[in-house]
């Protein structure tokens, strides 16, 4: 892991003399991309970073981190550790989880049907379908059909959005049933 620098080491960095007296500084520090040629906007992205340090000053890299690996996390940005390309969402939890494989407005969200057909999401409650507007993978008719849920639970078929039992065959041919009784179908679930 490397040595980070501290937030009043990065402070020390910022050429704010030059800014102000009308010099020609060079901009130094872990902030010279973002500031050089910016004027007063480079000085107010210094400042900022002064202020308000990223949040892998103080856990390490962002690469090494839970948020990385469960989010996507990965990438260094002005304030702290987002996605920066879809490498990052691709590689998190999200994406196997939920099918949130894309980087989309720097969050990581569904943007194909096969990423949220292939997510344990889709195996465990049927949504194997993109909802394109919402971005996030949705319930299908198939994807509850085969899902744990309707084995589980009877959760069989697609009840508005959701997967949800139907009839009391579902909740019959269901674990519900066989453990524990559970096999009419009350209120929209299976129960006794």
């Known amino acids: 892991m490397r040595a980070r620098a501290s937030a009043a080491s990065r402070c020390a960095q910022i050429p704010a003399a030059p800014f102000l007296h009308g010099g020609r500084g060079a901009w130094r520090g872990p902030f010279a991309r973002h500031c050089a040629g910016a004027g007063a906007f480079g000085v107010w992205l210094a400042l900022l970073a002064c202020q308000a340090p990223p949040r892998e000053a103080a856990s390490g890299p962002c690469s090494d981190t839970e948020e990385c690996r ?13 996605p920066t390309d ?13 099918g949130r494989c894309a ?3 720097g ?42 849920a309707c084995r589980m639970q009877g959760a069989c078929e697609l009840v508005g959005a959701h997967c949800a039992p139907a009839s009391e065959a579902h909740c019959r041919a269901s674990d519900r ?6 096999c009419r179908l009350v209120s929209g679930a299976c129960g006794t």
């Open 70 to 82: 469960g989010y996507g996390w990965c990438g260094v940005t002005l304030s702290g550790c987002r």
């Open 86 to 98: 879809d490498a990052h969402c691709r590689a998190s939890a999200e994406c196997r989880g939920f």
């Open 103 to 105: 980087l989309s407005l």
């Open 107 to 148: 969050a990581c969200v569904a943007a194909d049907v096969a990423d949220c057909a292939a997510s344990d999401d889709c195996a465990a409650s049927g949504r194997c379908g993109l909802d394109g507007q919402a971005k996030l993978c949705a319930a299908t008719g198939v994807g509850c059909a085969n899902s744990l």
């Open 177 to 182: 049933c066989t453990r524990f009784g559970q």
